[in-house]
């Protein structure tokens, strides 16, 4: 079966820059109608133009993952705009690095917020539109290699990825009876503009080491994951999680 997303709806939350706006990019052009969502509107426009160019449907919407009220009113301008939301990608994220003993009851919530809380808002409220209208869908979790495996200073991050790997089995159980798919995808280390400066110093050369593949992901090698996932060539997948880290999470302790 082909990776084709001709007819489908697909909500990126986070679509502003980074993994977001690449996933946005793969999805339209594997046939997809996209609505980028993001708080900050004005960053996505470029984005929506840019597509529009090359002949796809898209549209963008103002959106907070930490308030439910902005979420809902997204989903129901994308849907309005575009048609049934029938793929989401949570891809919406946060981080900071510090120990655990230096991280405070705010910076905890920042991140937890948005990486759990934000995206369980998202795919229920995603899901109770889907199963109004009785078309099924396919729900996509950004996840990370961290859920699985921690790394230094980031267990505020780590838990809330862990969470989301056991949120996705959950869902994926609760919500298949109505042919809502829930899946994730756990990258491993990928090149983006937030970290290109910290693997050019001794820390980031010795890190990439320790990755079997010796390199860094780019944005691209999530793609064919995000497709997969996205289409209904996995009709038969739900509650999975799809590592793409190099063989990262292989590596010896």
Partial sequence: MELSLDGKVALVTGASSGLGENFARALAGAGAAVVLAARRLDRLEALRDALTATGARVTAVAMDVTDTGSITAGLDAGAAALGT?????????????????????????????????????????????????????????????????????????????????????????????????????????????????????????????????????????????????????SGFMTGSTLEVDGGHLCSSL
């Avoid at 793929?87 to 937890?112: E, H, K, L, Y």
Wanted: hydrophobic share 45%.
């Fill in 85 to 233: 939301i029938d793929v989401v990608v949570n891809n919406a994220g946060v981080s900071t690095a510090a120990p655990a003993m230096d991280i405070g009851d705010a910076d905890w919530r920042f991140v937890v917020d948005t990486n759990l809380t934000g995206c369980f808002t998202v795919a229920r409220e995603a899901a109770v539109r889907l199963k109004a209208a009785g078309t099924g869908g396919s729900i996509v979790n950004i996840a990370s290699i961290t859920g699985m495996r921690p790394a230094g200073a980031l267990v505020h991050y780590a838990s809330a990825k862990a969470g989301l790997i056991h949120m996705t089995k959950a869902l994926a159980l609760e919500w298949a009876r109505y042919g809502i798919r829930v899946n994730a995808i756990a990258p491993g280390y990928i090149e983006t503009d937030i970290n290109r400066d910290f693997f050019t110093t001794d820390a980031g050369k010795a890190l990439i080491k320790r990755i079997p593949q010796r390199r860094l992901g780019q944005p691209e090698d999530l793609n064919g994951a995000l497709c997969l996932l996205a289409s209904d060539a």
